[in-house]
């Protein structure tokens, strides 16, 4: 008797559960008479990405253009990362892996720059270098406690990549390290480089990141700025102290050699283990076609040099400018 009624159950559990299956999901089938399909995800509207400040295109410049069909062998460089940018139309002239995040290394200094500078901080003002700022790498060699002025921490951070008197320098706007980093990155969201990030002054943390194309932009909004770009094209520069002179000489290779033709309107080098050697530089060919160039993670630095001025060259003699004289933007 007990079987029989488990049994009756069984099946009467095996109707309705089959009912339950039916009714849930293939409702459409009792009110319409055939299976709808599944509802597809609303459509979100991703809207593009606009470009950096600096890299918006110029309005009624003509922009350089290819003379063939020619494509440049990036196997015959050793960055990892390219960019090229005609100054005066700010049209794309190559492109090689340029979106892929990077740590910046000293280039980071630039932003430095841009910060302090924009903080109205006299040049003349004096600020003594303390413990923190040592924090390795590159340094002019001062003891802590050194006063020096905010011309001559601007120019050896910039010139010499020293990364003591980055610090020092960032110390001269008043704002607490955390602050300084703040606006920093509030510069960079204005700027409207959306991949890049700073953590300190100097570059030395590798979580200072950002990419060619970013650089590039960076390179521009520095380079517009007086102080930066008299800094960038010093080849040497010329420190005094009550214990003697120093003399610091810019890394940027492309600007200290005589030979190689080039006018260089700007530049800044970097250097990490994590990074190998980038470089950005603003440069002009005997015909004043001013170009800025973005290499990063070089072999060695003079790989950066070389790699740079093997893409100008390329540039200057694979595309046409326009004939008539162009005014640009710094």
């Known amino acids: ?23 849930f999901f293939v409702p459409s089938v009792f009110a319409q008479g055939e299976p709808s399909a599944v509802p597809a995800p609303p459509l979100v509207a991703v809207a593009p990405q606009d470009p950096p400040r600096a890299l918006r295109l110029m309005p009624h410049v003509p922009k350089p ?12 460089i050793s960055a990892t990362s390219v960019y090229v940018v005609d100054v005066a139309s700010r049209a794309v002239l190559m492109e090689y892996n340029a979106d892929v995040p990077h740590p910046l290394a000293s280039i980071t200094k630039l932003m430095t720059a841009c910060v302090t500078l924009d903080y109205s901080v006299p040049l003349s003002k004096k600020i003594s270098v303390i413990a923190k700022d040592e924090v390795g790498g590159a340094r002019l060699r001062v003891n802590v406690g050194t006063k020096l002025s905010v011309k001559d921490l601007l120019n050896v951070a910039l010139i010499g990549s020293a990364n003591n008197t980055a610090n020092a320098l960032a110390r001269a706007t008043n704002l607490s390290r955390n602050d300084f980093v703040a606006e920093m990155n509030a510069k960079a969201k204005k700027f409207g480089l959306g991949k890049t990030t700073f953590t300190e002054p100097t570059g030395i943390d590798t979580a200072n990141v950002s990419t060619a194309k970013e650089i590039a932009a960076l390179g521009l909004e520095a380079f517009a700025f007086p102080d930066i770009r008299r800094a960038t094209t010093t080849a040497r520069y010329f420190v005094s102290l009550a214990s003697g002179a120093r003399t610091v000489k810019n890394t940027n290779g492309l600007l200290t050699d005589e030979r190689n033709g080039l006018y260089v309107l700007g530049g800044k080098t970097g250097y990490l283990v994590e990074s190998q050697w980038n470089l950005v530089v603003k440069m002009r060919d005997a015909r004043s076609r001013p170009i800025e160039v973005v290499v990063l993670g070089a072999e060695t630095q003079k790989q950066s040099f070389r790699d740079a001025e093997t893409i100008a060259r390329w540039v200057w003699s694979h595309y046409a400018w326009s004939s008539r004289p162009l005014s640009f933007r710094p």
């Open 1 to 23: 008797m007990h079987k029989k009624l488990s049994a009756c159950y069984a099946q009467i559990l095996g109707i309705t559960c089959a009912l339950v299956v039916v009714t």
């Open 65 to 76: 253009k290819l003379k063939s069909d020619a494509k440049f062998d990036f196997s015959s």
